[in-house]
């Protein structure tokens, strides 16, 4: 049996991912003939049939082309390390590093994490992307992403993953609510009081699960996508809201002052946490992202906590 090649890997990865031949053919600047060539190939190094090609459909992966383009994505990966292993040695990384983040972290982390790579490893391009956690395991289980920032009690699928820094529920009044001068709040004292919560999921779900257990039935006025619109929400008076960590400012961004108060009824731990795929062995440059995350993340008092 013949051997397949690298370059049959990539050549295939770039269909899969663009979904025509000749759409693979324009982002790797080949022809469309190299293309197919290459796909025919590895299909019969392989054995197996792994694309059905319409003319008018494009490609299609068949059940045997989905594992593959999975396994090639991580042969490539494997493969780009072992080229770097040189620039590994003394110290200097380069390439692509494809984080995922949480939407609601990715103001408090991203940035501080892209800085560092520009000033430490300017050699590593990093690419983000900032969702919902579904989607980032969904994307991290395909291969689309390297590693991925979230909170610990998001986890669904199988990946392994590392804490970084415990994170708690707190809960955001206006700075005149008849509570604010409490250390801490429990739930029922909130009564009727209309609450702001955060609308994406699987937040949604473990906010109301928390308060599920607590016994509360929150009166919940709004739904709102956006942690920010929250908080404005908050200082305007319209509700009081139940958040993950606090930013260094406790003002909205229309400069209205908030208040954040520890929980008085019992809630579940969390952390944020650094996922890759179960059983692949990290990268360089993921490594490296381990390494800062430590380092830069668990210092106490982080807005996170």
């Not at 229309?254 to 208040?259: C, E, M, Q, S, T």
Request: proline share 5%; aromatic share 6%; charged share 25%.
């Amino acid at each position: 049996m013949k051997e397949f090649t690298l370059r049959q890997l990539q050549y295939f990865v770039a269909v899969a991912d663009e979904g025509s031949i000749s759409a693979a053919a324009r982002s790797l600047h080949v022809s469309p003939g190299a293309v197919s060539l290459a796909v025919s190939e590895l299909e019969t190094s392989l054995g197996v049939q792994l694309t059905l090609r319409r003319r008018a459909m494009g490609v299609t992966l068949t059940r045997a082309g989905l594992l593959a383009a999975e396994q090639a994505r991580a042969v490539l990966r494997e493969s780009d390390e072992l080229h770097n292993i040189s620039q590994v040695l003394r110290g200097e990384l380069s390439g692509t590093l494809r984080i995922g983040c949480f939407t609601t972290l990715s103001p408090w982390l991203l940035p501080r994490i892209i800085a560092h790579f520009a000033r430490r490893h300017p050699g590593v391009r990093v690419e983000v992307l900032e969702t919902s956690s579904d989607v980032l395991q969904q994307r991290l289980q395909d291969g689309d992403l390297d590693v991925c920032l979230m909170y610990a009690q998001h986890i669904r699928t199988r990946i392994d993953h590392e804490e970084i820094v415990p994170v708690r529920v707190q809960l955001v009044l206006p700075a005149d609510h008849r509570l604010a001068d409490r250390d801490e709040v429990a739930f029922r004292e909130l009564g009727d009081e209309p609450a702001v919560l955060l609308a994406l999921r699987p937040v949604r779900d473990l906010v109301e699960e928390i308060l599920r257990k607590t016994g509360f039935r929150p009166n919940v006025a709004w739904r709102i996508a956006n942690v920010e619109t929250i908080r404005s929400m908050v200082g305007r008076g319209l509700g009081y809201s139940v958040l993950m960590g606090r930013p260094f400012g406790d003002r909205t961004y229309d400069g209205l002052p908030l208040v954040y108060k520890r929980i008085a009824d019992e809630v579940p731990d969390n952390a944020v946490v650094l996922a890759h795929p179960r059983g692949s062995v990290p990268t360089a440059k993921v490594r490296a992202l381990a390494d800062f995350c430590r380092r830069e993340f668990a210092e106490e008092g982080h807005p996170v906590q």
